[in-house]
């Protein structure tokens, strides 16, 4: 029974960072020989805090800051069941700003798996930033 539990989960948590990835990896980008080349002055006068809609090269920008591997751990830290962190990945999330971290869970959390507990992963994403700066970064 327990196996099939981690089986369900496993399926929920990769469904969940496909829809998550999806619509952030699909984002044309006129240029792809520069990695963030695509982000110019109008992009970034429209942060996250200022706008409802979070601008897709804004996000992707922020996505291609943080590795696979510390992306997974971060997932499953915020909307999974993982309660541990490790210098690498609070590095990488410090590293991408606030600002970015809070863009990124605000996307996740607005999906349908998600959005019925909206500001429970708000203040968990918070939690991250926070403990990572406290603990690994300071």
């Known amino acids: 029974m327990a196996r099939s539990n981690n089986v369900s989960f496993a399926v929920l948590l990769f469904l ?9 990896l699909a984002i044309e980008n006129e240029d792809e ?6 982000i110019d002055d109008e992009n970034l006068a429209a942060s996250p805090e200022s706008s409802t809609e979070v601008l897709p090269g804004f996000l992707k920008n922020c996505a291609n800051t943080i590795s696979k591997s510390s992306g997974d751990k971060v997932f499953n830290y915020i909307f999974g069941d993982e309660k541990s962190l490790d210098y690498d990945t609070c590095s990488e999330v410090t590293g991408s700003s606030k600002e970015c971290n809070d863009a990124l869970v605000k996307y996740a959390a607005e999906g349908p798996m998600f959005k019925a507990n909206y500001d429970f992963y708000l203040k968990r994403g918070d939690d991250l930033y926070n403990i990572c700066l406290a603990v690994f970064v300071d």
């Not at 969940?16 to 952030?24: E, T």
């Open 16 to 24: 969940g960072i496909m829809l998550i990835a999806s619509p952030i």
């Open 33 to 38: 020989s520069t990695e963030a080349g695509y």
